[in-house]
C-alpha cells in the first residue's frame, strides 16, 4: 500500500518509486507536512516543533509552522490556501484534523478534468477531513499517491456544513512548504508564437508568483512551476514540480519566508476567482499534480509525460499512433475553394499523408476573421458539395478528413449573435471589448453549452469527420455572466471552465473516434486540462524550425511529445521570414505529431520526394517518439547545438536528434552523451540522416555504456542543420 499510517494515527506516510510525501496532525489538529523528497522509511519520522522554533521569536507560532492548509486570520501570512468570509465579515478560518481515511485507487473529481487510475492497485488516496468550528466549513484534502512514481495528485473540496453563506475569496490546490531555502524557480513563459520558454531564476527572498487572469491558461505562463536546487541540471539534483490540471486563470507561487523556508503554492488566481457557497453546498478544486524528482529536470519530465500520456489524456486516440496530416491553414489561409483544397489533398496523398484537415474559412459568409463564428453551417458558395461532398472526395483519394472549429466564440456579425446579444461575457452598461473582432459566448450558462453541443454535434453528424481541431482566438475582458446575480458575478471565469469541461465531455464522448486536438492561438491553452478531452494540442502558431526547437524543448518540462502537433511550413517562414531546409523543418517535426501545414501543391517534384521520405521515416518512428522516454540533452537556450532523444520502454531502440542553428568557425565536431540506454547492450545505425563522423557507419555497433559515457562525435555542417540517427540493439 502506498499510504501507512502509523501506529498513533498521527503520521502519514505517501510513498512511492523514490519519493515520499508524508503529513501529520500535531496535537492541535492542525495539518502538518514533514517531508516531501526523497523516500523515507515508514514510520520513520517524528514530529518535533522545536525544528520551527526559532530562539528569538517576535513571529506567532503558526507563521512558522509547516501547515498543508494555512488559513487567514491566525497569524499566517502568506496565500491562504482557504480563504473565506463569513457572516459576520471576517475571514478568520482555523482548520482543525476531524478524521482521515485512506481508500485504495483515486476518485475523480467532479466536473473536472483529473488524472486516473485503471486499476485501484496503482494509487492509494487519503482524505483528510478538516473543520473550521466557528463557521462550520468543512474541507476535504484529498492525496493520491501513485506506487510507481511517487507522483501526488492533491485537491479539496470545501463544503459549507454551517447556516450562513460565505464567500471563497482564496482556494488553493497545493500549498506545500519545503525546509530547503534559496532554491531556484523554473517554469514556463511566453507569449504568442513564443509560448513556454524555459525560466530558471533564484526564487529570492519574498515571493515569486505568475499567474494568469486571462480565462485561459494563456499564453503568458504555462500553469506549472519547480523548485529545484540551485546546482540541479537536466540530470541531476532535486526538483519538485506542481502542474495545475487546469485551462483557466490560474496562480503559482515561491515564498520563502523570514526563516528561510520555501512554500510552493498552485491555485485559483484570487484576482478573478471569488464564489459564493451556501448553506449546504460544495465546491471542487481543481487538482495540482506534484512531482519530486532526486535525477533533475529530466527525471520530473519524464514521470509527468508518463502520467499525462497514459493517466490523463483519455479516449480511443491515447494509445494509437497520429496520423500523418496536412492542413490547409498556412497553404491557402482563407483563399480556398473545394478545386484547390482537392488538389493540395491529391499531392498530399501521393507523399503518403494520411488525414486532411480544413481550417478557419467553411463555414457562414465567413472569408477573413471579421464576421460568422457561431454560424456553424457551411459556406455554398466555398464548398458547393458541402462538407460531405468535400469529404466523400477526401476519403475517394484514400485520406480521412478533418475540420477545424471555434465553437467558443462569436462574432458580432453572425446570426447567433444577432439572435442571442446577450450570449456573450459581458459587463452590463459598458462596450463589450473585440479582439480578433470576436466576443466570447458565455459558456458559463447551460443554454449557450447546449447551443455548442447540438451545433458541433451536428456538423460532425453530417459528413465523414475523423478529426477536429477546437481553436480558441482570445482572452477574457468585461468575464461577466448576464445570467448571474450581482453577488455571484465573480463566479462567471470558474463556471465557464465547468461549463466547458461539460460541453467537452459531452461531445468527446457522443464522438468517441474522432481524434481532438485543441489549440488556442497555438499554444495559449496547452495545459493538462484540456489533453485530459484531447490527447494533443497545437503548440504554437510558430511554425519556424528553428524556434520550433525552443518551444518544443520548453513544453517537454512538462508535456510529452505525444501531445505536441508539430508541422512542417512553407519557407520563407510566415512568423519570422527565415529559410530553414526541408530536412531540418522535417527532422523538427517528427518529434511530435507530425503534419504538413503548406500549399502541397506548390511544392516541386524535388521537394515533393523530400517530403515523401520524411513521411516513410516518420511512420517508422512515431510510435517510439509517442511512447518512448524522451531525454532533453542539449539545449537551444544555451548555445547553437540542441539534442533530444527518445528511447524504447524495452530499450532496445533509440532516436537522437540533433540540431545546430548557426554555425561557427574553427570548432571541434560535437560530441553528445546519450541517455537511458542499455549499458551492456550493443546499439547499431538504423538509419543516419547525415551519416558522417559517427564512427558507427556501415553497420558497426557501440555498446550502450560507451554511447552513454563516452559520446557519439558527429560533426553537422552549415546553418539551420540537423541530423536524426536511429539506433537498434542487437
Ligand atoms: C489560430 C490557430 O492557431 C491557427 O492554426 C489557425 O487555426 C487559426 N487560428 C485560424 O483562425
Known amino acids: 500500500m502506498p499510504v501507512y499510517i502509523s501506529g498513533d494515527q498521527r503520521t502519514a506516510y505517501l510513498s512511492g518509486g523514490c519519493v515520499s510525501y508524508v503529513l501529520h496532525r500535531d496535537e492541535a489538529g492542525r495539518l502538518l507536512n514533514l517531508h516531501w523528497g526523497e523516500r523515507v522509511p515508514d514510520g520513520s519520522l517524528a514530529w518535533n516543533p522545536d525544528d520551527y522554533r526559532t530562539w528569538v521569536s517576535f513571529d506567532l507560532p503558526v507563521s512558522l509552522l509547516p501547515l498543508e492548509l494555512p488559513c487567514c486570520g491566525d497569524g499566517w501570512y502568506g496565500l491562504p490556501a482557504v480563504g473565506a468570509v463569513n457572516g459576520n465579515g471576517d475571514d478568520v478560518t482555523d482548520l482543525r484534523v476531524r478524521s482521515w481515511s485512506v481508500s485504495a485507487g483515486k476518485p475523480s473529481l467532479p466536473g473536472l478534468p483529473s488524472v486516473y487510475v485503471e486499476d485501484d492497485g496503482e494509487a492509494d488516496t487519503l482524505s483528510v477531513l478538516l473543520e473550521d468550528a466557528v463557521t462550520g466549513l468543512r474541507v476535504t484534502a484529498q492525496y493520491t499517491v501513485f506506487s510507481s512514481s511517487g507522483a501526488v495528485c492533491r ?71 519547480a523548485l529545484c536546487d540551485r546546482k540541479a541540471d537536466e540530470l541531476s539534483g532535486r526538483v519538485w514540480g506542481a502542474s495545475f490540471v487546469y485551462s483557466g486563470s490560474f496562480l ?25 457557497l451556501e448553506s449546504g453546498e460544495s465546491l471542487q478544486s481543481p487538482e495540482t499534480v506534484l512531482v519530486f524528482s532526486p535525477d533533475g529536470l529530466n527525471g520530473m519530465s519524464q514521470v509527468y509525460h508518463r502520467l ?14 497520429r496520423p500523418v496530416l496536412i492542413n490547409n491553414w498556412e497553404g491557402t489561409y482563407f483563399d480556398f475553394n473545394e478545386e484547390r483544397l482537392v488538389s493540395i489533398a491529391e499531392k498530399a496523398r501521393e507523399i503518403g499523408v494520411e488525414l486532411f484537415v480544413l481550417d478557419d474559412g467553411w463555414f457562414g459568409k465567413r472569408n477573413s476573421d471579421n464576421c460568422s463564428l457561431g454560424d456553424w453551417v457551411v459556406n455554398p458558395e466555398k464548398l458547393p458539395s458541402g462538407l460531405s461532398g468535400l469529404s466523400e472526395k477526401i476519403h475517394g483519394l484514400g485520406l480521412k478528413f478533418g475540420l477545424w472549429f471555434e465553437p467558443e466564440m462569436v462574432s458580432p456579425d453572425s446570426d447567433l449573435y444577432r439572435a442571442h446579444p446577450d450570449w456573450c461575457l459581458h459587463a452590463e452598461g459598458r462596450a463589450r471589448t473585440e479582439a480578433r473582432n470576436q466576443l466570447i ?29 477546437w481553436d480558441m482566438n482570445r482572452n477574457m475582458t468585461e468575464a461577466f ?20 469541461y461539460r460541453v467537452l465531455e459531452e461531445v468527446t464522448s457522443a464522438f468517441p473516434d474522432v481524434l481532438f486536438e485543441s489549440c488556442s492561438g497555438g499554444g495559449g491553452r496547452f495545459d493538462p486540462g484540456m489533453l485530459h478531452y484531447m490527447p494533443q494540442t497545437w503548440t504554437s502558431d510558430d511554425t519556424d524550425a528553428v524556434e520550433r526547437l525552443k518551444l518544443q524543448y520548453g513544453t517537454s518540462v512538462v508535456y510529452p511529445a505525444s501531445a505536441m502537433g508539430a508541422h512542417v511550413s512553407a519557407v520563407p517562414n510566415h512568423q519570422t521570414g527565415r529559410s530553414v531546409s526541408l530536412r531540418m523543418r522535417g527532422e523538427v517535426a517528427l518529434s511530435g505529431n507530425f503534419g504538413f501545414e503548406l500549399d502541397m501543391a506548390a511544392l516541386s517534384e524535388e521537394e515533393l520526394k523530400e517530403a515523401a521520405d520524411l513521411v516513410r521515416r516518420v511512420k517508422e518512428i512515431r510510435d517510439l517518439t509517442r511512447t518512448g522516454t524522451f531525454w532533453r540533452l542539449l539545449s537551444p537556450f544555451e548555445g547553437p547545438y540542441t539534442a533530444w532523444e527518445f528511447v524504447s520502454e524495452d530499450r532496445k531502440e533509440a532516436l537522437l536528434c540533433v540540431y545546430r542553428t548557426l554555425s561557427v568557425p574553427n570548432m571541434p565536431p560535437l560530441r553528445v552523451r546519450l541517455r537511458g540506454l542499455d549499458g551492456g547492450a550493443v546499439y547499431r545505425i538504423v538509419e543516419d540522416s547525415a551519416a558522417e563522423g559517427s564512427g558507427m557507419e556501415n553497420g558497426a555497433g557501440l555498446s550502450g555504456a560507451a554511447m552513454m559515457n563516452h559520446g557519439l562525435t558527429m560533426f553537422l555542417r552549415g546553418d539551420f542543420s540537423s541530423r536524426v540517427i536511429r539506433l537498434k540493439a542487437d
Not at 193 to 221: D, F, K, L, W
Not at 441 to 467: G, H, K, P, T
Request: positive net charge.
Open 308 to 321: 499525462y500520456r497514459t493517466r490523463l489524456a483519455r479516449g480511443s486516440w491515447r494509445d494509437r499512433s
Open 155 to 225: 485537491s479539496v473540496v470545501l463544503e459549507n456544513c454551517g447556516s450562513q453563506a460565505l464567500r471563497v475569496t482564496s482556494l488553493l490546490s497545493a500549498s506545500v512548504p519545503l525546509w530547503d531555502g534559496g532554491l531556484d524557480v523554473v517554469h514556463l513563459k511566453g507569449a504568442w508564437a513564443r509560448e513556454r520558454v524555459v525560466v530558471r531564476t533564484p526564487a529570492g527572498e519574498g515571493e515569486y508568483r505568475i499567474s494568469s487572469a486571462r480565462g485561459a491558461s494563456g499564453h503568458e505562463h504555462n500553469p506549472f512551476m
Open 441 to 469: 459566448l458565455d459558456v458559463s450558462r447551460r443554454e449557450v453549452q447546449d447551443y455548442i453541443i447540438s451545433a458541433v454535434s451536428a456538423v460532425l453528424s453530417s459528413a465523414r469527420i475523423e478529426y477536429v481541431k
Open 252 to 276: 503559482a507561487s515561491c515564498r520563502t519566508d523570514n526563516a528561510g523556508h520555501s512554500r510552493l503554492s498552485v491555485g485559483m488566481n484570487p484576482e478573478v476567482f471569488e464564489w459564493r
Open 481 to 500: 455572466s448576464a445570467a448571474l446575480p450581482a453577488e455571484k458575478k465573480k463566479e462567471t471565469q470558474h463556471r465557464y471552465m465547468l461549463g466547458l
